[in-house]
């Protein structure tokens, strides 16, 4: 709750920041680095709340698609809980993991929470219909193909589940295809159809550790959510982003 006021309280102190009337928003992949764009989607609710933004669609692979999907269908309060949450039981159980062993654990959690969200909402899966599009890289026999999926109710939960954990790992299956991580294809899926102008969100170039993209404390969330709030001010305020101006964006023509 303090983040999501911060958020409110820095549109309210920067009565010149301004987004556009619509956005897109396309994240890339990064890990729990996209603890980044959980700051900088506050910033754009609080715009939102005001009137002034509407946010349309997302697009993303790996955690870049993960997390809009978990914050179509869960909303921001519960995702902004579950990463934090993620970061307290790390500092608790997992502080001295190595990273292989880290990212074995964020793999093995993020599939079984994938699969408890789509259950916990199966009912409201058609809230992502055409508004969440979530970036896979399909595996044949030539090589690989990228996949946009963005049909999700008719296809049921099975297959959001499929898709979900897909994109961010090294193997499985989506609707019998072997599949990989959605960002060896397609990292940053920008819509190509020009309806509106788009944020595209770089985590990994806001200046974050690396390290925080299989594992992170609950004070780097914290700080990682904070360093991506500023930036949105700083970028709808007209200014240049703070961390470093490659992590936020807006594309007008693709």
């Given at each position: 709750?303090?983040?999501?006021?911060?958020?409110?309280?820095?549109?309210?102190?920067?009565?010149?920041?301004?987004?556009p009337?619509?956005?897109?928003?396309?994240?890339?992949?990064?890990?729990?680095?996209?603890?980044y764009?959980?700051?900088?989607?506050s910033?754009?609710?609080?715009?939102?709340?005001?009137?002034?933004?509407?946010?349309?669609?997302?697009?993303?692979?790996?955690?870049?698609?993960?997390?809009?999907?978990?914050?179509?269908?869960?909303?921001?309060?519960?995702?902004?809980?579950?990463?934090?949450?993620?970061?307290?039981?790390?500092?608790?159980?997992?502080?001295?993991?190595?990273?292989?062993?880290?990212?074995?654990?964020?793999?093995?959690?993020?599939?079984?929470?994938?699969?408890?969200?789509i259950?916990?909402?199966?009912?409201?899966?058609?809230?992502?219909?055409?508004?969440?599009?979530?970036?896979?890289?399909?595996?044949?026999?030539?090589g690989?193909?990228?996949?946009?999926y963005?049909?999700?109710?008719?296809?049921?939960?099975?297959?959001?589940?499929?898709?979900?954990?897909?994109?961010?790992?090294?193997?499985?299956?989506?609707?019998?295809?072997?599949?990989?991580?959605?960002?060896?294809?397609?990292?940053?899926?920008?819509?190509?159809?020009?309806?509106?102008?788009q944020?595209?969100v770089?985590?990994?170039?806001?200046?974050?550790?690396?390290?925080?993209?299989?594992?992170?404390?609950?004070?780097?969330?914290?700080?990682?959510?904070?360093?991506?709030?500023d930036?949105?001010?700083?970028?709808?305020?007209?200014?240049?982003?703070?961390?470093?101006?490659?992590?936020?964006r807006?594309?007008?023509?693709?």
């Amino acid at each position: 709750q303090r983040l999501t006021q911060r958020a409110s309280s820095l549109v309210d102190q920067c009565p010149a920041a301004s987004a556009p009337a619509e956005l897109d928003v396309v994240v890339a992949g990064s890990g729990f680095l996209s603890l980044y764009f959980l700051g900088v989607h506050s910033v754009l609710t609080a715009f939102q709340d005001t009137g002034s933004l509407r946010l349309r669609r997302y697009a993303g692979a790996s955690s870049g698609a993960q997390t809009p999907f978990e914050l179509v269908l869960a909303g921001e309060a519960a995702t902004i809980d579950t990463y934090l949450s993620h970061g307290h039981l790390a500092d608790k159980f997992a502080a001295g993991a190595g990273l292989m062993q880290s990212a074995w654990n964020a793999d093995t959690h993020w599939h079984a929470f994938g699969s408890h969200l789509i259950d916990a909402h199966s009912d409201v899966l058609q809230r992502l219909d055409g508004r969440v599009f979530v970036s896979v890289s399909l595996i044949r026999w030539n090589g690989l193909r990228n996949a946009l999926y963005s049909d999700w109710s008719s296809r049921g939960a099975g297959f959001a589940k499929a898709a979900f954990y897909a994109t961010g790992t090294l193997l499985a299956k989506v609707d019998g295809n072997w599949c990989t991580d959605g960002g060896v294809t397609n990292n940053e899926p920008l819509f190509r159809d020009g309806v509106r102008s788009q944020l595209l969100v770089k985590p990994t170039k806001s200046g974050l550790p690396w390290s925080m993209a299989v594992r992170f404390s609950l004070a780097q969330a914290i700080e990682a959510i904070e360093r991506g709030q500023d930036d949105a001010i700083a970028l709808f305020s007209g200014g240049s982003v703070a961390s470093a101006p490659a992590a936020l964006r807006l594309v007008h023509h693709v």
